[in-house]
Nanobody, 119 residues
Framework: QVQLVESGGGSVQAGGSLSLSCAAS????????FGWFRQAPGKGREGVAS??SYDGSTYYADSVKGRFTISRNYLQMNSLKPEDTAMYYC??????????????????WGRGTQVTISP
Protein backbone atom coordinates (compact mmCIF):
# COMPACT_ATOMS: atom_id res chain seq x y z
CA GLN A 1 0.00 0.00 0.00
CA VAL A 2 1.00 3.61 -0.58
CA GLN A 3 -0.04 6.43 1.70
CA LEU A 4 -0.17 10.00 0.41
CA VAL A 5 -0.58 13.17 2.45
CA GLU A 6 -0.87 16.59 0.86
CA SER A 7 -0.03 19.88 2.52
CA GLY A 8 0.73 23.48 1.63
CA GLY A 9 -2.62 24.72 0.43
CA GLY A 10 -3.92 28.12 1.36
CA SER A 11 -5.30 31.41 0.11
CA VAL A 12 -3.37 33.90 -2.00
CA GLN A 13 -4.15 36.71 -4.38
CA ALA A 14 -3.99 36.31 -8.13
CA GLY A 15 -0.42 36.46 -9.36
CA GLY A 16 0.90 34.88 -6.21
CA SER A 17 2.57 31.52 -5.61
CA LEU A 18 2.02 28.40 -3.52
CA SER A 19 4.00 25.22 -3.07
CA LEU A 20 2.13 21.99 -2.41
CA SER A 21 3.77 18.96 -0.86
CA CYS A 22 2.91 15.28 -1.26
CA ALA A 23 4.41 13.03 1.42
CA ALA A 24 4.48 9.44 0.20
CA SER A 25 5.18 6.30 2.21
CA UNK A 26 4.62 2.57 1.99
CA UNK A 27 5.63 0.36 -0.89
CA UNK A 28 9.02 1.13 -2.59
CA UNK A 29 8.43 4.12 -4.79
CA UNK A 30 11.26 3.88 -7.34
CA UNK A 31 8.96 2.97 -10.23
CA UNK A 32 5.97 5.14 -9.55
CA UNK A 33 4.07 7.84 -11.37
CA PHE A 34 2.98 10.68 -9.07
CA GLY A 35 0.31 13.05 -10.22
CA TRP A 36 -1.40 16.19 -9.04
CA PHE A 37 -5.09 16.68 -9.70
CA ARG A 38 -7.59 19.35 -8.82
CA GLN A 39 -11.31 19.45 -8.40
CA ALA A 40 -13.36 22.62 -8.29
CA PRO A 41 -16.92 22.58 -6.88
CA GLY A 42 -19.32 20.97 -9.31
CA LYS A 43 -16.57 19.81 -11.67
CA GLY A 44 -14.69 16.60 -12.29
CA ARG A 45 -11.16 15.85 -11.16
CA GLU A 46 -8.65 17.38 -13.59
CA GLY A 47 -5.10 16.15 -14.06
CA VAL A 48 -2.62 18.98 -13.58
CA ALA A 49 0.88 17.49 -13.66
CA SER A 50 2.67 14.19 -13.26
CA UNK A 51 6.20 12.90 -12.74
CA UNK A 52 7.73 9.45 -13.13
CA SER A 53 10.00 8.75 -10.16
CA TYR A 54 12.34 6.46 -12.14
CA ASP A 55 13.59 8.99 -14.71
CA GLY A 56 12.01 12.31 -13.70
CA SER A 57 9.95 12.70 -16.87
CA THR A 58 7.08 15.13 -16.45
CA TYR A 59 3.73 15.96 -18.07
CA TYR A 60 1.54 19.03 -17.66
CA ALA A 61 -1.98 20.06 -18.51
CA ASP A 62 -2.06 22.90 -21.03
CA SER A 63 -3.82 25.11 -18.49
CA VAL A 64 -0.79 25.13 -16.18
CA LYS A 65 2.19 24.85 -18.53
CA GLY A 66 4.76 27.51 -17.81
CA ARG A 67 3.21 28.29 -14.42
CA PHE A 68 3.38 25.03 -12.46
CA THR A 69 6.44 22.86 -11.87
CA ILE A 70 6.25 19.32 -10.50
CA SER A 71 9.06 17.56 -8.67
CA ARG A 72 9.14 14.29 -6.79
CA ASN A 73 7.47 15.70 -3.66
CA TYR A 74 6.23 19.15 -4.63
CA LEU A 75 4.05 21.13 -6.95
CA GLN A 76 5.28 24.70 -7.31
CA MET A 77 2.50 26.96 -8.52
CA ASN A 78 3.31 30.45 -9.80
CA SER A 79 1.28 33.19 -11.47
CA LEU A 80 -1.85 31.80 -9.87
CA LYS A 81 -5.26 32.70 -11.27
CA PRO A 82 -8.73 32.61 -9.68
CA GLU A 83 -9.57 29.67 -11.95
CA ASP A 84 -6.85 27.66 -10.19
CA THR A 85 -9.07 27.59 -7.11
CA ALA A 86 -9.83 23.96 -6.25
CA MET A 87 -9.10 21.09 -3.92
CA TYR A 88 -5.75 19.65 -4.98
CA TYR A 89 -5.04 15.92 -4.68
CA CYS A 90 -1.89 13.87 -4.97
CA UNK A 91 -2.20 10.51 -6.73
CA UNK A 92 0.15 7.61 -7.41
CA UNK A 93 0.28 4.51 -9.56
CA UNK A 94 3.04 1.95 -10.09
CA UNK A 95 4.75 2.24 -13.44
CA UNK A 96 5.48 5.07 -15.88
CA UNK A 97 3.23 8.05 -16.37
CA UNK A 98 1.01 8.38 -19.43
CA UNK A 99 1.06 11.55 -21.49
CA UNK A 100 -2.57 12.26 -20.60
CA UNK A 101 -3.00 12.72 -16.84
CA UNK A 102 -6.21 10.83 -16.17
CA UNK A 103 -7.87 10.10 -12.83
CA UNK A 104 -8.81 6.57 -13.91
CA UNK A 105 -5.14 5.61 -14.29
CA UNK A 106 -4.19 6.31 -10.67
CA UNK A 107 -4.56 3.88 -7.79
CA UNK A 108 -3.66 5.72 -4.60
CA TRP A 109 -4.93 9.09 -3.42
CA GLY A 110 -4.40 11.59 -0.67
CA ARG A 111 -7.22 13.48 1.00
CA GLY A 112 -6.45 16.79 -0.65
CA THR A 113 -5.50 20.34 0.25
CA GLN A 114 -7.53 23.44 -0.58
CA VAL A 115 -6.14 26.20 -2.79
CA THR A 116 -8.08 29.46 -3.03
CA ILE A 117 -7.04 32.30 -5.31
CA SER A 118 -8.72 35.67 -4.92
CA PRO A 119 -8.94 38.23 -7.76
Amino acid sequence: QVQLVESGGGSVQAGGSLSLSCAASGYPLRNTCFGWFRQAPGKGREGVASIYSYDGSTYYADSVKGRFTISRNYLQMNSLKPEDTAMYYCGAVFGPCRQVIAERDFTYWGRGTQVTISP
